[in-house]
DNA sequence: CAAATTTAAAAGTAATACTATCAATTACTA
DNA sequence: TAGTAATTGATAGTATTACTTTTAAATTTG
């Protein structure tokens, strides 16, 4: 797996970036250390100015490659979706049997990543708790309906229709497949920010992943 | 129902505000028109400044009420997870029967508010969309675990806790009545807003409710 | 090697998120 | 009902944020 991604680039929508941050080497520097700068002090406190003092460049640098840092913000969890879809159909590509297969799919979109493997400049570990944090505040804007329509989500949209059509395959009874898709991706992050911070609110904890509780949830509501 | 609430005063954790909003009619013009404003440009563009211009007051009276607009939010969410609890206790209480007694749970929880009723300065209509779009945000910090400490999100833990009892209540095998029951709040809020700006991730329409969908997933999943 | 592009540095602007001071108003209390 | 306390409004001020602009130096590319 790890091989096969090595050469791999998730294609983002070029309206999020004004240049390309893969196209230069302060472009990567610039993501690298904003996934570890968000991470540390959280989006709200992150700000260019820092950034740039913490990559030894300059603010206004980092503002010819991105907007303003919800872009940025954007371009990140986008490169979280499109790296998770890889792994999602990767994964579940060679396997026929729906159930099977949906039960990968589950477990690929419920598990958390523990491992930093792929791309020398981006930290995937880091980049899941930025989207288990931070993700939400990208869409529950004033804006979202614009964006929507530039596409800014188009990958995440994606991901949720894949689910959905696996589950469509394994139950073609089943009315809810986009919400209970939905429900899962958006859950799962739910699921691991409780067992963080909310412990009383969720079964999840060292031993019961939110992988376990969502395979139950799932084989159990769907196809009697 | 109307007139039962009528004197209901909502008890919110005294450390969110500096000085109790409810306790003078400045405090309530706050209440009020923060409501209004909050849904009106959204969470990011609202300011204490501009709010003072609209209520005609000043910016350093409504900094007397609370520390910050994080607080201020903390505050009405608080108080809406408050109402939605009264509803919830009040219409379940004399149900005996733990099946039906989950099912109006799960009604009430999930359904969205039509109707402005009990309280003469606060909207619940607009205050529920406030909660659809903005309540995230007001735990997804990196101040989290100390406010939680501090109680801040004691209502809506109690909320939760008690849909996971009525969970227990009605299956006691079932062994992920927290999580479940914190992925029906959250999930209740989350379809809510996809129906409204990501029509394609949901099969929550103008037909289908997000009551509909839970109420199907919840009764399919447990006590098989 | 010259031209084009990229970056760094510095300075500037408007808005935000407050804090402090003081005077005017209102409320409460003896 | 006068006196005191509490509340509010007005003004001003600070530090930070979220940018934009300009210019010059460095780097890349053809």
């Known amino acids: ?71 940025l913000l954007l371009y990140l969890t986008s490169w979280y979706w499109g790296w998770l879809e890889y792994q999602l159909v990767f994964s579940t590509n060679s396997i026929a049997n729906p159930e099977e297969k949906l039960k990968k799919a589950i ?42 329509k530039e596409g800014y989500f188009s990958i995440y949209k994606r991901l949720v229709m894949r689910l959905s059509d696996m589950i469509k395959e394994f139950d073609s009874q089943y009315q809810y497949s986009s919400s209970l898709s939905s429900t899962i991706i958006e859950g799962a992050l739910h699921q691991h920010f409780l067992r963080e911070h909310f412990p009383s609110l969720t079964d999840c904890n060292k031993n019961v992943t939110p992988t376990t509780y969502f395979m139950n949830l799932v084989f159990n509501s769907i196809k009697k």
Chains 1, 2 share one sequence.
């Open 1 to 71: 797996m790890k091989y096969l991604l090595q050469d791999l680039k998730v294609r983002i929508n070029e309206k999020i970036y004004i240049k390309d941050p893969e196209s230069s080497a302060l472009g990567k520097r610039i993501i690298e250390h904003s996934i570890l700068m968000i991470q540390e002090v959280g989006f709200e406190s992150f700000t260019f100015k820092k950034l740039g003092e913490k990559i030894g460049s300059n603010e206004s640098s980092i503002y010819r490659y991105f907007e303003n840092k919800h872009k």
């Open 107 to 148: 477990e690929i979109i419920t598990r958390s990543v523990k491992e930093d493997s792929s791309f020398s400049h981006i930290n995937e570990v880091l980049l899941n708790k930025i989207v288990i944090n931070e993700y939400s505040k990208s869409y529950l804007t004033k804006e979202v309906d614009e964006e929507n």
